[in-house]
């Protein structure tokens, strides 16, 4: 199985030419057993062509269409080619307070006008074990009313928040339980069979040293890469990973 390698630039880089260029060193990255895909800022997204990569939105509105200011549809997001859309992400939900009802409807609505859904959720701080609680009630609710048939093209990336911009990535043990974890929450939500289908990736400091243990973690399925795939070198450090 493919692993899959986002690279989410956020709001990065500044000009439409620094964009192609990372663009362009991503695209002459060989890799037989990774799918690469790349977050850019909207306003690159119809710039940037590639047959090797796939591109994804960083957020997407739940609206098709009308008076929303400033918002981006699904459906304007397919008809640019563009399949993915990156949702939840903790910088959305902290610097601009989009909470999981918002969330919920942005998954919704992108599943259903046919989009990929990369749904970033995690924990504040892992202390004690209260933010099992946390997680299963964030998941729980950023997917509530999903309909099953449409879980397939759901992909759940758990980013924890303390691990994001901080060089203090999850140790693999405890991503392995938290995948476990995750694994059985989408079993209370969709059932075995369509649980067993849904991708999970990891994100948070994730650097060409580590990250092999975290794509040798047993439920893990490829890492969304903030920071790193900002440069081309480490970027393709961590596409090689998949290859050895
Ligand atoms: P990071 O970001 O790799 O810079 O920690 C990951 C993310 O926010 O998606």
Do not use: C
């Not at 991503?26 to 591109?55: D, G, H, M, Q, V």
């Amino acid at each position: 199985m493919r692993k899959i390698i986002i690279g989410n630039w956020k709001m990065n880089p500044k000009t439409t030419e620094e964009a192609k260029k990372l663009f362009r060193k991503a695209s002459e990255i060989k890799t037989k057993k990774s799918e690469i895909i790349i977050a850019p800022p909207f306003i690159y997204l119809p710039l940037l062509k590639s047959r090797k990569i796939k591109l994804a939105a960083q957020d997407v509105f739940y609206k098709q269409e009308d008076a929303y200011t400033g918002e981006i549809s699904p459906a304007m997001l397919k008809s640019l080619g563009v399949n993915y859309a990156l949702v939840g992400h903790s910088e959305r939900r902290m610097e601009i307070g989009e909470d999981d009802e918002l969330i919920n409807k942005k998954v919704k609505a992108g599943l259903k006008a046919g989009l990929k859904i990369i749904l970033a959720v995690g924990e504040k701080q892992r202390d004690g074990e209260e933010f099992w609680k946390f997680l299963k009630n964030q998941i729980k609710s950023d997917l509530r009313g999903v309909q099953k048939k449409l879980a397939k093209n759901l992909i759940i990336a758990y980013e924890p928040v303390w691990a994001i911009g901080t060089k203090k990535p999850i140790y693999p043990g405890d991503l392995l339980e938290t995948a476990i974890f995750i694994r059985r929450t989408l079993l209370d939500i969709f059932g075995r069979k369509i649980a067993l289908t849904v991708k999970i990736l990891y994100g948070g400091s994730v650097e060409p040293e580590n990250a092999r243990e975290f794509l040798e973690t047993e439920g893990i399925s490829g890492l969304l890469v903030g920071n790193a795939s900002l440069d081309a070198e480490k970027f393709k450090k961590i596409i090689k990973e998949t290859d050895k």
